[in-house]
Protein backbone atom coordinates (compact mmCIF):
# COMPACT_ATOMS: atom_id res chain seq x y z
CA UNK A 1 0.00 0.00 0.00
CA UNK A 2 2.52 2.45 -1.03
CA UNK A 3 2.50 5.64 -2.89
CA UNK A 4 -0.02 7.63 -1.21
CA UNK A 5 -1.03 7.61 2.81
CA UNK A 6 -3.64 8.80 4.83
CA UNK A 7 -3.33 9.01 8.71
CA UNK A 8 -5.15 7.85 11.03
CA UNK A 9 -6.83 5.32 9.77
CA UNK A 10 -9.89 6.09 12.93
CA UNK A 11 -10.35 9.08 14.25
CA UNK A 12 -12.89 10.22 16.78
CA UNK A 13 -13.20 13.47 17.71
CA UNK A 14 -15.51 15.55 20.00
CA UNK A 15 -18.41 17.92 18.38
CA UNK A 16 -17.03 21.88 18.16
CA UNK A 17 -13.44 20.48 17.84
CA UNK A 18 -11.20 21.04 14.51
CA UNK A 19 -9.50 18.03 13.19
CA UNK A 20 -6.95 17.77 10.57
CA UNK A 21 -6.58 14.60 8.34
CA UNK A 22 -3.33 14.02 6.65
CA UNK A 23 -2.41 12.92 3.17
CA UNK A 24 0.99 11.85 1.89
CA UNK A 25 2.26 10.73 -1.03
CA UNK A 26 5.41 10.06 -2.94
CA UNK A 27 3.96 9.17 -6.44
CA UNK A 28 5.39 12.53 -7.61
CA UNK A 29 1.73 14.08 -8.76
CA UNK A 30 1.35 17.36 -9.07
CA UNK A 31 -2.64 17.01 -8.69
CA UNK A 32 -4.01 16.11 -5.49
CA UNK A 33 -7.27 15.73 -4.38
CA UNK A 34 -10.20 15.18 -1.23
CA UNK A 35 -13.32 13.37 -1.27
CA UNK A 36 -16.09 12.43 1.29
CA UNK A 37 -17.81 9.41 1.06
CA UNK A 38 -20.99 8.84 2.43
CA UNK A 39 -23.37 5.66 2.12
CA UNK A 40 -24.97 5.16 -1.06
CA UNK A 41 -23.82 8.51 -2.32
CA UNK A 42 -20.43 7.77 -4.27
CA UNK A 43 -17.16 10.42 -3.63
CA UNK A 44 -17.70 13.91 -3.67
CA UNK A 45 -15.20 16.43 -4.20
CA UNK A 46 -14.74 18.62 -1.41
CA UNK A 47 -11.34 20.41 -2.69
CA UNK A 48 -8.75 20.05 -5.01
CA UNK A 49 -5.06 21.28 -5.63
CA UNK A 50 -3.34 21.28 -9.26
CA UNK A 51 -0.05 22.47 -8.44
CA UNK A 52 1.63 23.83 -5.17
CA UNK A 53 0.43 27.28 -2.99
CA UNK A 54 -3.18 26.69 -5.18
CA UNK A 55 -6.10 24.43 -4.51
CA UNK A 56 -9.74 25.14 -5.81
CA UNK A 57 -13.07 24.30 -3.84
CA UNK A 58 -14.80 21.26 -5.01
CA UNK A 59 -18.74 20.69 -5.05
CA UNK A 60 -18.77 20.46 -1.16
CA UNK A 61 -16.33 22.31 0.38
CA UNK A 62 -18.31 24.66 3.00
CA UNK A 63 -16.74 23.45 6.39
CA UNK A 64 -13.84 22.36 5.30
CA UNK A 65 -10.25 23.99 4.67
CA UNK A 66 -6.61 22.66 2.67
CA UNK A 67 -3.35 23.52 2.35
CA UNK A 68 -0.44 22.70 -0.27
CA UNK A 69 2.45 24.04 0.71
CA UNK A 70 4.20 20.97 -0.35
CA UNK A 71 4.16 18.64 -3.62
CA UNK A 72 4.03 15.23 -1.62
CA UNK A 73 1.42 16.82 1.07
CA UNK A 74 -2.51 17.88 1.06
CA UNK A 75 -3.71 17.86 4.95
CA UNK A 76 -7.37 18.65 5.37
CA UNK A 77 -8.60 20.25 8.28
CA UNK A 78 -12.95 19.80 9.15
CA UNK A 79 -13.67 22.38 10.85
CA UNK A 80 -16.27 22.97 13.44
CA UNK A 81 -18.73 24.66 11.16
CA UNK A 82 -18.78 21.47 9.14
CA UNK A 83 -22.54 20.08 10.10
CA UNK A 84 -22.39 16.56 9.60
CA UNK A 85 -18.75 15.26 9.44
CA UNK A 86 -18.89 11.83 10.27
CA UNK A 87 -18.03 10.12 7.04
CA UNK A 88 -15.18 8.27 5.42
CA UNK A 89 -12.36 10.39 3.61
CA UNK A 90 -10.17 10.01 0.98
CA UNK A 91 -7.35 11.52 -0.76
CA UNK A 92 -6.20 10.65 -4.17
CA UNK A 93 -3.84 11.99 -6.43
CA UNK A 94 -2.74 12.05 -10.44
CA UNK A 95 -0.74 13.81 -12.90
CA UNK A 96 -1.89 16.58 -14.73
CA UNK A 97 -2.13 17.36 -17.99
CA UNK A 98 -4.76 14.67 -18.77
CA UNK A 99 -7.31 13.74 -17.23
CA UNK A 100 -5.87 10.34 -16.15
CA UNK A 101 -6.09 7.73 -13.44
CA UNK A 102 -6.49 8.95 -9.73
CA UNK A 103 -4.93 6.81 -7.21
CA UNK A 104 -6.40 6.99 -3.81
CA UNK A 105 -5.06 6.17 -0.25
CA UNK A 106 -6.17 3.91 2.07
CA UNK A 107 -8.87 6.60 3.46
CA UNK A 108 -9.47 7.74 7.23
CA UNK A 109 -13.10 7.26 9.11
CA UNK A 110 -13.88 10.48 11.22
CA UNK A 111 -16.66 10.15 13.93
CA UNK A 112 -17.74 12.81 15.79
CA UNK A 113 -19.80 12.62 19.04
CA UNK B 1 -21.58 21.04 -13.79
CA UNK B 2 -21.56 17.29 -14.54
CA UNK B 3 -24.45 14.84 -12.87
CA UNK B 4 -23.47 11.10 -13.20
CA UNK B 5 -26.67 8.46 -12.48
CA UNK B 6 -25.43 4.91 -11.84
CA UNK B 7 -27.65 2.16 -11.82
CA UNK B 8 -28.68 -0.47 -10.29
CA UNK B 9 -27.97 0.18 -7.08
CA UNK B 10 -27.76 -3.37 -6.04
CA UNK B 11 -27.06 -6.34 -8.06
CA UNK B 12 -26.94 -9.74 -7.21
CA UNK B 13 -25.55 -12.63 -9.94
CA UNK B 14 -24.48 -16.12 -9.93
CA UNK B 15 -21.00 -17.38 -10.17
CA UNK B 16 -20.22 -17.56 -13.80
CA UNK B 17 -22.99 -15.33 -15.39
CA UNK B 18 -22.30 -12.00 -16.64
CA UNK B 19 -23.26 -8.56 -14.96
CA UNK B 20 -24.04 -5.35 -16.13
CA UNK B 21 -23.70 -1.52 -14.92
CA UNK B 22 -24.81 1.44 -16.70
CA UNK B 23 -24.16 5.11 -16.06
CA UNK B 24 -25.39 8.32 -17.77
CA UNK B 25 -23.59 11.76 -17.98
CA UNK B 26 -25.19 14.87 -18.55
CA UNK B 27 -22.08 17.16 -19.74
CA UNK B 28 -21.50 16.58 -23.65
CA UNK B 29 -17.83 17.92 -23.19
CA UNK B 30 -16.91 15.23 -20.80
CA UNK B 31 -14.00 12.75 -22.80
CA UNK B 32 -12.85 10.57 -19.51
CA UNK B 33 -14.63 8.22 -18.28
CA UNK B 34 -12.89 5.42 -15.80
CA UNK B 35 -14.34 2.91 -13.03
CA UNK B 36 -13.53 2.21 -9.61
CA UNK B 37 -13.79 -1.55 -7.66
CA UNK B 38 -13.71 -0.93 -4.10
CA UNK B 39 -13.76 -3.83 -1.72
CA UNK B 40 -15.29 -3.23 1.69
CA UNK B 41 -12.99 -1.34 3.88
CA UNK B 42 -10.50 -0.28 1.12
CA UNK B 43 -9.61 2.43 -1.49
CA UNK B 44 -10.90 2.30 -4.60
CA UNK B 45 -8.73 1.11 -7.72
CA UNK B 46 -9.05 1.84 -11.16
CA UNK B 47 -10.04 -1.33 -13.40
CA UNK B 48 -10.38 0.15 -16.21
CA UNK B 49 -11.04 3.57 -18.40
CA UNK B 50 -12.15 5.05 -21.78
CA UNK B 51 -12.17 8.09 -23.32
CA UNK B 52 -14.48 9.66 -25.81
CA UNK B 53 -12.82 8.58 -29.02
CA UNK B 54 -13.14 5.03 -28.66
CA UNK B 55 -16.44 3.40 -28.78
CA UNK B 56 -15.11 0.32 -26.45
CA UNK B 57 -12.45 -1.55 -24.67
CA UNK B 58 -11.74 -4.81 -23.03
CA UNK B 59 -9.14 -6.14 -20.65
CA UNK B 60 -9.60 -10.36 -19.90
CA UNK B 61 -13.29 -10.25 -18.49
CA UNK B 62 -13.76 -6.72 -18.08
CA UNK B 63 -15.48 -4.36 -20.85
CA UNK B 64 -16.50 -0.87 -20.73
CA UNK B 65 -18.74 0.77 -23.89
CA UNK B 66 -19.40 4.52 -24.65
CA UNK B 67 -22.27 5.76 -26.54
CA UNK B 68 -21.51 9.46 -26.72
CA UNK B 69 -24.53 10.20 -28.41
CA UNK B 70 -26.43 8.79 -25.70
CA UNK B 71 -24.25 10.07 -22.93
CA UNK B 72 -23.88 6.63 -21.62
CA UNK B 73 -21.48 4.18 -20.44
CA UNK B 74 -21.84 0.75 -18.96
CA UNK B 75 -19.22 -1.71 -17.54
CA UNK B 76 -19.54 -5.66 -18.52
CA UNK B 77 -18.07 -8.24 -16.37
CA UNK B 78 -18.17 -11.44 -17.79
CA UNK B 79 -17.68 -15.34 -16.11
CA UNK B 80 -18.50 -13.53 -12.79
CA UNK B 81 -16.49 -14.89 -9.49
CA UNK B 82 -16.65 -14.18 -5.96
CA UNK B 83 -14.27 -12.05 -5.71
CA UNK B 84 -15.87 -9.60 -8.19
CA UNK B 85 -18.46 -8.98 -4.97
CA UNK B 86 -17.71 -4.99 -4.65
CA UNK B 87 -18.43 -1.40 -4.85
CA UNK B 88 -18.28 0.00 -8.39
CA UNK B 89 -18.42 3.36 -9.28
CA UNK B 90 -18.21 4.96 -12.41
CA UNK B 91 -17.10 8.41 -13.02
CA UNK B 92 -16.99 11.45 -15.51
CA UNK B 93 -14.59 14.65 -15.43
CA UNK B 94 -16.50 18.00 -14.79
CA UNK B 95 -14.97 20.39 -17.56
CA UNK B 96 -12.69 18.00 -20.21
CA UNK B 97 -10.45 20.11 -22.31
CA UNK B 98 -10.92 23.11 -20.03
CA UNK B 99 -8.72 24.01 -16.58
CA UNK B 100 -10.09 21.69 -14.84
CA UNK B 101 -8.20 18.40 -15.88
CA UNK B 102 -9.09 15.01 -12.91
CA UNK B 103 -11.79 16.71 -12.06
CA UNK B 104 -13.98 13.81 -11.82
CA UNK B 105 -17.43 13.49 -10.72
CA UNK B 106 -18.94 10.05 -9.20
CA UNK B 107 -21.98 7.84 -9.78
CA UNK B 108 -23.27 6.82 -6.68
CA UNK B 109 -22.32 3.32 -6.85
CA UNK B 110 -22.99 -0.59 -7.84
CA UNK B 111 -22.75 -3.43 -5.10
CA UNK B 112 -22.27 -6.42 -7.10
CA UNK B 113 -22.54 -9.49 -4.81
CA UNK B 114 -21.49 -12.65 -6.77
CA UNK B 115 -22.39 -16.14 -5.31
CA UNK B 116 -20.52 -19.19 -5.52
Known amino acids: DGGITQSPKYLFRKEGQNVTLSCEQN?????MYWYRQDPGQGLRLIYYSQIVNDFQKGDIAEGYSVSREKKESFPLTVTSAQKNPTAFYLC????????????FGPGTRLTVT | GENVEQHPSTLSVQEGDSAVIKCTYS??????FPWYKQELGKRPQLIID?????GEKKDQRIAVTLNKTAKHFSLHITETQPEDSAVYFC???????????????FGQGTILTVHP
Open chain 1, 27 to 31: LNHDA
Open chain 2, 50 to 54: IRSNV
Open chain 2, 27 to 32: DSASNY
Open chain 2, 91 to 105: AATANAGGTSYGKLT
Open chain 1, 92 to 103: ASSITGGPYEQY
